[in-house]
């Protein structure tokens, strides 16, 4: 290249009046020496020359200023330091809102579509690497304003067929949001980037002549504003995606205020020739992240998967060890125990027999699991000094007793273990005094021993057992089916425990059972009707469970029962009429269930019966008379039902009835006179009723009557005088009817009366003073009134209580 052959022009004026100078510089086949710096007449460190040869402008070197004031062209850009780096940015964005470039097409403008993806602040965020880059070729473009609605860019000014050609070629890519220096999060976006063409004359040669200014500033102007972009000045680095070629480039923009950002593409294939430009993908951010944006990020997100699966696994891990760890404990106390020695039974001949054939086969699949009640068991026997002398039914017997202890806890929470698990005989070991019968156990009786867990199916191996009680403890799980293979067991008593699950229908085959006791766990499900087998059976106590569905009829096929109590449970359907069979039923007890139907008039031929409670159901209909034959009924409870109808005389037959609670029904009538026949009667309670006509005096002629509640009815008439006669009365509740008349005297003879109920009548006068002498010197505490028509200067007012 000579130098000769550049041309450089200088042109002295900008836009805001301060000193530019605009230069070109046609390349040729030799490089320019400093004396063609004269003819700027001064020249600035960092201005660039463009090849006006080509179609595009390319760079081919910077102007250098020496110390004697010379000039020199050097061919390519070293990389700047962080000062001279901001000097060549602030060089390049007055460059590139200036100058126009040339187009492969003449006449049409080279639009460039961009995404911004990275955006750094200003300052810190800058590095000397950053800022530089290895050569510009592409020229510069102008970052699109959306909120301002049009194109900003400093110092450049498009013509008008630069107006029409760039709308004509514009991309549908939406315009940007405006990028805002500071803390000011930007949206990622498509942006548009345009490069303007280059005017150039055709004059057929291949040689272009036209001229391309650059502007360049003075030093001051420089400083002042290099020192303004890094207060203020946003970075935006981007890839440049190439749809044509399917290449990528880098891409540098650097936002001087807040419309306008400046772009150096460094990119020497990019294709200028095609209107719809290439894109650049990006993701506009900010310095300071937000919580947001900061949990958007994948590394931060695949840190806080990595931490969270971390810990979840520490916690695994953790709970896994701490269960190996009570495992242990458990195994070492298990070990302390027990006598030591090996569970094999190698060289014991008559052992392996009785592995083999003495048990059944769940035990010797319990064997396989080291630490189960019947392994331990198994090691325990095996270490007995008198194992040898033991015959088949006594090591069975030794061994059932080994398993029970050791499945219920023994070993650590028994509140007696005297005996158990010793040398002794095990008619020896802690139990009733009448255990054994010939050297065989008869009874087991743990009654209130803290014992805790399941009662193991080898229980049935105590084949001569004939009364199994562990009642009052805490056993869970469920009744073991094998109890029916106990022929000779003739009472269970589990009472107040926690065991669960049904009352298995093998049980039907323990045809020697009497007694049979579940009250109080949390038995579910139906009664079996396999019961109804059990024709010895004399007590079934099934209450305070869980159990539903119907009672069996076949309850009825037996003839031996006396007691049967399921009270509290969920069951539901009508009282069998087989019952009526059972003809030595003494205690019956079905309330707080879901009967329904009626009263069966079969229950008439219980004739041994003493109490029955069928309360708190939903039986309907009328009280059967058969009841009257009940002549040694003490306690009849029908409370809180939905029986109709009026009170049958024949109850007058009770002759040894105590309580009689017939309250909370739809019962109609008058009450009969023949209660006075009931000359052992202690409590008669008919309240919530719909009775009607008058107290009949006749009451009076029961002496032994303590308790009296013909309250919420709709009875008339006055207090019979006569009630004066019951000197054991405790408590007279009269409240809510329609009595009226005075309240008479007599009642002041009443030693024994606490409470003395006659509010929500019609009672007038003044309440006698013997009843008041009574207050203050007897046992009566409580007088309740309607003040408002009744005086009284001892009693309460029922509109004072409330009620």
């Known amino acids: 290249m000579n130098p000769a052959n550049h041309h450089i022009t200088s042109d002295r004026s900008s836009d805001n009046g301060s000193d530019v100078r605009e230069l070109s510089l046609e390349e040729s086949e030799a490089r320019p020496s400093p004396s063609t710096c004269p003819v700027m007449g001064s020249c600035d460190s960092g201005e660039r020359f463009f090849n006006r040869r080509r179609t595009r402008p390319t760079t081919i070197g910077r102007l250098v200023l020496a110390d004697d004031g010379s000039c020199s062209l050097v061919s390519r850009p070293a990389l700047p330091p962080r000062q001279q780096c901001s000097e060549w940015l602030q060089n390049d964005g007055q460059h590139d809102d200036d100058s126009e470039l040339e187009s492969e097409n003449d006449g049409a403008e080279s639009v460039v579509d961009m995404v911004v993806s990275k955006r750094y602040e200003s300052g810190g965020a800058r590095t000397a690497n950053d800022c530089c880059w290895r050569r510009v070729e592409a020229g510069t473009g102008v970052l699109m304003n959306a909120s301002a609605g049009k194109e900003k860019a400093e110092g450049s000014a498009l013509d008008d067929r630069d107006q029409s050609q760039r709308s004509a070629g514009s991309s549908v890519v939406p315009r940007p949001p405006p990028l805002r220096h500071g803390g000011n999060y930007v949206p990622p976006g498509a ?33 002042a504003r290099m020192s303004r972009v890094f207060r203020a000045q946003a970075i935006v ?21 807040d419309s306008t950002i400046t772009a150096n593409i460094t990119s020497p294939s990019f294709d200028r020739s095609t209107s719809s430009g290439p894109l650049v993908e990006a993701l506009p951010m900010d310095e300071p992240l937000t919580v947001r944006a900061f949990f958007k990020n994948r590394k931060v997100r695949c840190l806080i998967c990595f931490l969270a699966i971390a810990f979840v696994i520490l916690a695994l891990g953790t709970a896994y060890g701490v269960r190996l760890s009570s495992a242990s ?16 039974m190698v060289g014991d001949v008559d052992l392996q027999y009785f592995v083999q054939v003495g048990v059944p086969q ?31 039914p006594r090591r069975l ?24 698990l010793s040398d002794d005989d095990e008619c020896n070991w802690h139990q009733a005094a009448d255990a054994c019968a010939e050297g065989l156990v008869v009874s087991l009786t743990l009654e209130a021993n803290n014992m805790k867990g399941t009662i193991p199916l080898e229980t049935s191996l105590l084949s001569t057992l004939g009364s199994l009680n562990m009642r009052e403890n805490l056993l869970t799980g469920f009744l073991p089916t094998t109890l029916g293979e106990m022929t000779l067991l003739r009472e269970i008593d589990l009472f107040d425990n926690y065991l669960s699950g049904t009352i298995p229908q093998q049980l039907g085959f323990a045809t020697s059972l009497e007694s049979f006791d579940l009250e109080f766990n949390m038995l579910a499900q139906r009664v079996p009707e ?15 469970n869980a159990l539903r569905g119907t009672i069996p009829s076949e309850l009825g096929i037996g003839s031996r029962l006396e007691t049967f109590y399921a009270f509290s449970n969920s069951l539901s359907g009508t009282i069998p009429t087989t019952l009526g069979s059972q003809f030595n039923l003494k205690d019956v007890r079905l309330e707080a269930n879901m009967l329904s139907g009626s009263i069966p008039s079969e229950i008439g031929k219980w004739t041994k019966l003493t109490d029955l409670n069928l309360g708190n159901n939903t039986l309907t209909g009328i009280i059967p008379t058969e009841i009257g034959q009940l002549s040694m009924l003490t306690y009849l409870d029908l409370f809180e039902n939905q029986l109709s109808g009026s009170i049958p005389i024949q109850l007058s037959r009770l002759t040894s009835a105590d309580w009689l609670y017939l309250e909370k029904n739809r019962l109609t009538g008058s009450i009969p006179s023949q209660v006075g026949l009931l000359q052992t009667l202690t409590r008669f309670w008919v309240y919530g009723n719909a009775l009607s006509g008058s107290l009949p005096s006749e009451i009076a002629q029961v002496p032994t009557l303590m308790d009296l509640d013909v309250s919420y009815n709709e009875l008339t008439g006055p207090i019979p005088s006569e009630f004066g006669l019951l000197s054991n009365l405790e408590s007279l509740s009269l409240e809510y009817n329609d009595l009226t008349g005075p309240i008479p005297s007599e009642l002041g003879l009443l030693t024994n009366l606490t409470t003395l109920a006659l509010h929500g009548n019609r009672f007038s006068g003044v309440v006698p003073r013997q009843v008041c002498l009574q207050w203050l010197t007897g046992k009566l505490d409580t007088i ?18 409330d009620i």
């Open 784 to 801: 309740i009134v309607d003040c408002s028509r009744v005086t009284c200067l001892c009693c309460y007012c029922a509109s004072d209580l």
């Open 530 to 544: 396999s019961i109804g087998k059990l024709n010895n059976l004399k007590h079934l106590l099934l209450d305070r």
């Open 329 to 344: 404990i458990d195994k070492d106390d298990d070990d302390n125990f027990l006598p030591t020695g090996p569970p094999t």
């Open 397 to 420: 017997q030794r061994f059932a007793m080994a398993t029970v202890f050791f499945s219920t806890g023994g070993e650590r929470r028994w509140a007696n273990t005297s005996g158990w």
């Open 237 to 257: 680095e981007a890839r440049l995606v190439d749809e044509e070629k399917g290449s990528q480039r880098s891409l540098r923009l650097d936002a001087l205020n």
């Open 362 to 392: 769940h035990t010797r699949d319990a064997f396989r699991r080291e630490n189960s009640p019947q392994s331990k068991a198994l090691r325990w026997l095996q270490n007995n000094t008198l194992l040898e002398s033991y015959d088949l």
């Open 191 to 223: 942006f548009r980037m345009r490069s303007a063409e280059h005017e150039r004359e055709n004059n057929g040669s291949d040689t272009e002549s036209q001229s391309e200014s650059e502007i360049l500033e003075d030093n001051s102007t420089l400083l």
